[in-house]
């Protein structure tokens, strides 16, 4: 069980603009089925069915009170907290039609968002002593960059940057563009003194460029394990060594142990495999 504070997660207008449009796209003019039923009060538990970091209540709730202002959700679990499978998460007592109308798009989000925070809590274990923190990219489902970036910091990542436009990030293309990493990276400071400056780096010669100027993190693109010991040895701690790409969670910690300081790994929040829940009308089991 984590015992940490949870992060704080992306500010409500943007959890509302997320929930209201995964609504609308799942009940169009109205819930045919829900309409059916008999709209009386009733009760539901949500079922973790297996081991997970559980992530996006926020997400989950606001699901359940746009349909219901009136419905009252008891969670038993805190956001971030490690779960065994078989945990009931929370209960919710509410009107049958609203429960199940918005039991979709509720679990939706919840296991989406678990299911990174499960898969970066599994990374972060796996370097865990080796003093290298483990981040995210870009690589998001669209429309919910901040939802996963949020999921990220659950399972006790770091967020890399959000954009394009709070950090410069130079890659092999732009330094080709720019004629250079020396002239990229004074193009760079000129124009954005007081962005984050992260440049990648093909050799031991690119490195040395890099150290001799001004940036915030280098990032090691496609080094052996003998080149990324050697640019260990060379930074000497005076920049962050980033390592990004071919790094899973069987390579991850041998890539640590190297000495790097990050490691970002895509696959926290494009490779997502969603948590097994499930919400059941009725009183929790005994």
Same mark, same amino acid.
């Given at each position: 069980?984590?015992?940490?504070?949870?992060? =704080?997660?992306?500010?409500?207008?943007?959890?509302?603009?997320?929930?209201?449009?995964?609504?609308?796209?799942? =009940?169009?003019?109205?819930?045919?089925?829900?309409?059916?039923?008999?709209? !009386?009060?009733?009760?539901?538990? +949500? /079922?973790?069915?297996? $081991?997970?970091?559980?992530?996006?209540?926020?997400?989950?709730?606001?699901?359940? %009170? /746009? /349909?219901?202002? $009136? @419905?009252?959700?008891?969670?038993?679990?805190?956001?971030?907290?490690?779960?065994?499978?078989?945990?009931?998460?929370?209960? +919710?007592?509410?009107?049958? &039609?609203?429960?199940?109308?918005?039991?979709? #798009?509720?679990?939706?989000?919840? %296991?989406?968002?678990?299911?990174?925070?499960?898969?970066?809590?599994?990374?972060?274990?796996?370097?865990?002593?080796?003093?290298?923190?483990?981040?995210?990219?870009?690589?998001?489902?669209?429309?919910?960059?901040?939802?996963?970036?949020?999921?990220? &910091?659950?399972?006790?990542?770091?967020?890399?940057?959000?954009?394009?436009?709070?950090?410069?990030?130079?890659?092999? !293309?732009?330094?080709?563009?720019?004629?250079?990493?020396?002239? *990229?990276? &004074?193009? *760079?400071?000129? +124009?954005?003194?007081?962005?984050?400056?992260?440049? $990648?780096?093909?050799?031991?010669?690119?490195? &040395?460029?890099?150290?001799?100027?001004?940036?915030?993190?280098?990032?090691?693109?496609?080094?052996?394990? $003998?080149?990324?010991?050697?640019? @260990?040895?060379?930074?000497?701690?005076?920049?962050?060594?980033?390592?990004?790409?071919? @790094?899973?969670?069987? #390579?991850?910690?041998?890539? *640590?142990?190297?000495?790097?300081?990050?490691?970002?790994?895509?696959?926290?929040?494009?490779?997502?495999?969603?948590?097994?829940?499930?919400?059941? +009308?009725?009183?929790?089991?005994?």
């Amino acid at each position: 069980m984590s015992t940490a504070a949870a992060p =704080l997660p992306p500010p409500e207008a943007v959890i509302l603009d997320d929930v209201r449009r995964a609504l609308a796209e799942d =009940l169009g003019p109205g819930d045919v089925t829900a309409a059916l039923l008999p709209d !009386n009060a009733d009760a539901a538990y +949500l /079922l973790c069915k297996q $081991e997970a970091v559980i992530c996006g209540r926020p997400w989950f709730d606001a699901c359940h %009170q /746009l /349909l219901d202002p $009136e @419905v009252a959700i008891d969670w038993r679990v805190s956001e971030g907290q490690r779960v065994a499978a078989g945990t009931v998460l929370a209960t +919710l007592q509410g009107r049958s &039609r609203t429960l199940v109308s918005a039991e979709r #798009t509720s679990l939706n989000f919840l %296991q989406t968002l678990s299911g990174a925070a499960t898969t970066t809590a599994a990374y972060v274990d796996a370097v865990r002593g080796t003093g290298t923190r483990i981040l995210d990219t870009r690589k998001t489902i669209p429309g919910l960059r901040l939802a996963l970036k949020y999921a990220v &910091r659950c399972g006790g990542g770091d967020n890399h940057r959000i954009g394009l436009f709070d950090m410069v990030m130079l890659k092999e !293309n732009h330094v080709r563009a720019a004629g250079g990493i020396a002239a *990229a990276m &004074r193009a *760079a400071r000129a +124009l954005h003194p007081d962005l984050p400056l992260v440049v $990648e780096v093909e050799s031991l010669d690119e490195l &040395r460029q890099a150290l001799s100027l001004d940036c915030t993190r280098i990032m090691l693109d496609d080094f052996s394990p $003998e080149l990324r010991r050697e640019a @260990v040895r060379i930074a000497a701690g005076r920049v962050p060594l980033e390592v990004s790409g071919m @790094v899973d969670l069987s #390579t991850v910690r041998a890539v *640590a142990e190297d000495g790097v300081d990050c490691i970002s790994i895509g696959a926290l929040t494009k490779h997502v495999q969603a948590v097994d829940l499930s919400l059941k +009308l009725g009183p929790p089991p005994a």
